[in-house]
């Protein structure tokens, strides 16, 4: 099986521009969820899609938003980018995801460097 | 305030065992703790989860007490191919945003010595 894919893996942009980022997770696998890895902060959660909804979310501000389409794939938007955007964007898939409370093995792809000038 | 702590670093000797401690209060009840491993440039890779008491599989053990406020990551006889960051992963509820908030802990860089 083909691992978890995301396009791009390099980005750069300036401060108020936006930006998508696109992840493909492992063929069927229904969750998806999205991190931003930074060395300051290191490794925080976004949010979590299942089957095109929305179902868990980190507390980043409203800038940041996803979807998922029905094949799975996921889409991550950030709006008016700044300067502490500059991370690494980590997609994740697994088969149940966060079902509950009970966390699924997650599967997690190259990720998108995104560098905002 | 939920809050996952491990050590920021770590280093051992080619052979030996490396121990690798995760603080976790407040978990979801039923939540499970998943290590995960990290080499530079890559995504997290999963080494083992578990839920109480011992696990194991064939790269490493787990250890969870039974109040679950903690968990020991157990690498046996590491190599330098071991040389990486380790995190572990746990879920807490949120009631103010009404959802589980996948947390990571800072990461425990590991650094194996010939």
């Known amino acids: 099986k083909a691992g978890v894919t995301q396009t791009p893996r390099y980005l750069i942009k300036t401060r108020g521009q936006q930006v998508t980022l696109s992840c493909s997770p492992i063929s069927g696998h229904r969750s998806v969820s999205w991190y931003q890895q930074t060395p300051g902060q290191g490794l925080q959660f976004l949010f979590e899609?299942?089957?095109?909804?929305?179902?868990n979310k980190g507390n980043f501000p409203g800038r940041f938003s996803g979807r998922q389409f029905s094949n799975s794939r996921s889409e991550m938007n950030v709006s008016t980018l700044e300067l502490g955007d500059s991370a690494l964007y980590l997609c994740a898939s697994s088969p149940r995801g966060q079902q509950g409370s009970s966390t699924d093995t997650q599967y997690f792809g190259p990720g998108t460097r995104l560098t905002v000038l | 305030l939920a809050k996952t702590t491990q050590p920021i670093s770590m280093d051992s000797y080619e052979g030996q065992e490396v121990n690798i401690t995760c603080s976790h209060n407040?978990?979801?009840?039923?939540?499970?703790i998943t290590w995960y491993q990290q080499f530079p440039s890559q995504g997290p890779r999963f080494i083992i989860q578990g839920y109480k008491t011992k696990v194991t599989n064939e790269v490493a053990s787990l250890f969870i007490p039974a109040d679950r406020k903690s968990s020991t990551l157990s690498l046996p006889r590491v190599s330098l191919s071991d040389t990486a960051v380790y995190y572990c992963l746990v879920a807490y509820w949120d009631s103010g945003a009404g959802s589980y908030q996948l947390t990571f802990g800072k990461g425990t860089k590991l650094s194996v010595i010939p």
């Open positions: 407040n978990i979801a009840t039923n939540d499970y």
């Open positions: 899609y299942f089957s095109e909804t929305q179902r």
